[in-house]
């Protein structure tokens, strides 16, 4: 790609997440040519349809959350980097409004090698980082990576459509920690003692 279209599919890219968080994936691909400034016929032949673009932009932020995930591999509290990335998880899912939508449509039209291979990169790491708090005793050895995923899933989707989904994630998100984590020593030595 010469300068000039690697100039302008950056701009693109970068109007369209800033659209899509403030009108979600059915913005205006013409408004998002405009703040790029360049031509719809420019957006059009980067991107042939609204889907191309949406997994473009999801592209990224897919390798921002695998990025991030490896980061916290290093980090030594493993309870820490594992919420730190299930928050992350459903911030990066409550970005774009209609986006769980515009997903399944991508892979029942044939993008579903595409949707397949984000899957399977997010699954790795959320695996990794789940397993390594299992090590650590920190979370119950009988969570399964696949059913906390799926509920992370869950907690971006049911909290999309309400007043406040970045609030609502976030106590729905303290109800499944709650349930992964193990009980403190001290705690269970109380609780075996009768004491309160």
Known sequence: MRADARRNYERLLDQAQIAFAEYGVDASLDEIARRAGVASGTLYRHFPTRLD???????????????????????????????????????????FRGLSAAILTSAIDGGAELVSAWHAE????????????????????????????????????????????????????????????????????????GAT
């Open 53 to 95: 673009l949406i997994e473009a932009v999801l592209g990224e932020r897919v390798a921002e959350l695998t990025e991030l995930g490896r980061d916290l591999m290093d980090e030594p509290d493993s309870y820490r980097a594992l919420t730190t990335w299930l928050r992350a998880a459903i911030g990066h899912a409550l970005t």
């Open 122 to 193: 997010t699954f790795a790491i959320g695996t990794a980082l789940l397993h390594r708090a299992q090590e650590a005793g920190t979370v119950i050895a009988t969570a399964d990576a696949t059913d906390v995923l799926r509920m992370i899933g869950g907690i971006a989707w049911a909290a999309q459509d309400t007043p406040d989904p970045t609030g609502q994630a976030d106590r729905l998100l303290a109800l499944l920690l709650t349930g992964l984590r193990t009980t403190p020593p001290n705690r269970r030595a109380r609780r075996s003692s």
